[in-house]
């Protein structure tokens, strides 16, 4: 059975389990509605540059994941914005079972009813089952994430869906492609040279698909782009 597995880098942050916004991924929310959460926590003498970080668990993430699974010598990494491109991937690479490691399961968030609607990225996973693209799905809960597999039960009944640790990850032949996504409305952008640390740390070949540099200098940012975060971010 071969596998495709896929990281949201969400499923390193340490604030996840207290985060509960749903957002469009659009530029606004990737970039204007951090500056627009900084300035209003800034107003409360609250700095969340220095609370909202990753988790030490990021250190031992790629080696205890080679450990306990085989990579092909050429494995390639993908790069994208948002997990919604894991859909594509999967399809693409006519893999068997997906390996979901993120703070959000990503099956859909109204039962069976979440795939009357079009692919997006809270319902990709589910709609591959439901489509019957893949065979099986396997999450990988964040250690910070507020969900909870209980609260997917209608659909766990349909599907064949397995919730892991990192620890329980196996793949029964050796990976050939990790698909890596951001998530900028959800990781935090001055996060970000830790997220390019991170994909450096795999090892492996990597080509970037979408993702755009952000520049994070709240300090720099004039008074009059200020008032236009806070008002549209």
Same mark, same amino acid.
């Given at each position: 059975?071969?596998?495709?597995?896929?990281?949201?880098?969400?499923?390193?942050?340490?604030?996840?389990?207290?985060? +509960?916004?749903?957002? #469009?991924?659009?530029? =606004?929310?990737?970039? /204007?509605?951090?500056? %627009?959460?900084?300035?209003? &926590?800034?107003?409360?003498?609250?700095?969340?540059?220095?609370?909202?970080?990753?988790?030490?668990?990021?250190? +031992?993430?790629?080696? #205890?994941?080679?450990? =306990?699974?085989?990579? /092909?010598?050429?494995? %390639?990494?993908?790069?994208? &914005?948002?997990?919604?491109?894991?859909?594509?991937?999967?399809?693409?690479?006519?893999?068997?079972?997906?390996?979901?490691?993120?703070?959000?399961?990503?099956?859909?968030?109204?039962?069976?009813?979440?795939? %009357?609607?079009?692919?997006?990225?809270?319902?990709?996973?589910?709609?591959?089952?439901?489509?019957?693209?893949?065979?099986?799905?396997?999450?990988?809960?964040?250690?910070?994430?507020?969900?909870?597999?209980?609260?997917?039960?209608?659909?766990?009944?349909?599907?064949?869906?397995?919730?892991?640790?990192?620890?329980?990850?196996?793949?029964?032949?050796?990976?050939?492609?990790?698909?890596?996504?951001?998530?900028?409305?959800?990781?935090?952008?001055?996060?970000?040279?830790?997220?390019?640390?991170?994909?450096?740390?795999?090892?492996?070949?990597?080509?970037?698909?979408?993702?755009?540099?952000?520049?994070?200098?709240?300090?720099?940012?004039?008074?009059?782009?200020?008032?236009?975060?806070?008002?549209?971010?």
């Amino acid at each position: 059975m071969s596998s495709l597995i896929t990281i949201d880098w969400d499923y390193f942050m340490n604030y996840m389990n207290h985060w +509960n916004g749903s957002y #469009i991924e659009n530029d =606004n929310n990737i970039n /204007k509605h951090w500056y %627009k959460k900084y300035y209003e &926590e800034k107003r409360r003498g609250i700095d969340i540059t220095k609370s909202m970080n990753i988790g030490d668990e990021v250190d +031992n993430f790629w080696p #205890i994941l080679k450990k =306990n699974v085989d990579f /092909k010598k050429d494995t %390639k990494v993908l790069l994208t &914005e948002s997990h919604l491109a894991a859909y594509k991937i999967a399809i693409d690479n006519k893999v068997d079972s997906v390996i979901s490691f993120d703070s959000h399961s990503d099956l859909g968030y109204q039962g069976l009813d979440s795939f %009357k609607f079009e692919v997006n990225c809270a319902d990709w996973l589910g709609k591959l089952l439901y489509e019957g693209k893949i065979k099986e799905a396997n999450i990988v809960y964040g250690p910070y994430t507020n969900e909870h597999s209980d609260q997917f039960k209608e659909i766990n009944e349909a599907y064949n869906i397995n919730y892991l640790s990192l620890e329980e990850v196996k793949c029964e032949e050796p990976c050939k492609i990790i698909h890596i996504c951001r998530s900028g409305c959800w990781s935090a952008p001055w996060l970000d040279n830790k997220f390019k640390a991170f994909v450096f740390e795999s090892g492996f070949e990597f080509k970037n698909i979408d993702i755009k540099e952000r520049h994070w200098n709240p300090a720099s940012i004039s008074l009059a782009d200020q008032i236009d975060y806070m008002l549209y971010g």
